[in-house]
């Protein structure tokens, strides 16, 4: 879509169609039982690190999907579009300057992209060993000794949920139980 087309509105944001799961991811990455049982840090890296790692885990889920818009997008990159949308806006509103909020949005999405590689891996194997690690690796967790485990076993929880969800049930923002 060109910037004078959005701009006149001429035709509609392609990116609206998945908002409602959007916000379903954000509402998800904040539920009370990552931060007060499993583990997460409750802290601004904290709470990015629920928001880059669930928003690669639906990028799993999406890429598994044969989809693209009518503009040759899938659904997994304007999910990826959202993201940026929103972590922009949010350093913006923090007062963080156009020279910097490049810099960091460059690193924000090699860490999303290397969140969703690792998880796939990790996702792929039949214990959470390897999801404990990465998890280890990769997240701020106050609870540092049982906390991969426990987040582990919820992203694994949240994975078998969104393989069962079908695919127009994601687009409008719901989850399977």
């Known amino acids: ?67 693209a818009d009518a503009h040759g997008v899938s659904a997994a990159a304007r999910l990826t579009e959202l993201f940026v949308e929103d972590m922009e806006g949010q350093m913006r509103e923090a007062g963080i300057g156009d020279p910097t909020v490049g810099k960091m949005m460059g690193r924000m999405m090699a860490t999303l ?5 690792a998880l796939r891996n990790a996702l792929a194997q039949e214990d959470d060993a390897p999801l404990a690690a990465l998890v280890a690796r990769n997240m701020h967790l106050w609870d540092e000794e049982h906390g991969p485990t426990r987040m582990a076993a919820g992203l694994r929880a949240l994975h078998a949920r ?10 409008r923002g719901e989850i399977a139980a």
Do not use: C
């Open 1 to 67: 879509m060109s910037f004078l087309t959005r701009l006149f509105g001429r035709e509609p944001d392609p990116r609206e169609t998945w908002h409602p799961l959007w916000h379903t991811l954000v509402g998800t990455a904040r539920e009370e039982h990552w931060y007060a049982t499993r583990g997460a840090a409750d802290t601004l890296d904290g709470r990015f690190d629920m928001i880059s790692m669930l928003t690669a885990l639906f990028m799993l889920r999406l890429e598994s999907e044969q989809d």
């Open 113 to 117: 992209g290397g969140r969703a590689g």
């Open 162 to 171: 969104l393989a069962r969800t079908e695919f127009a049930t994601l687009q």
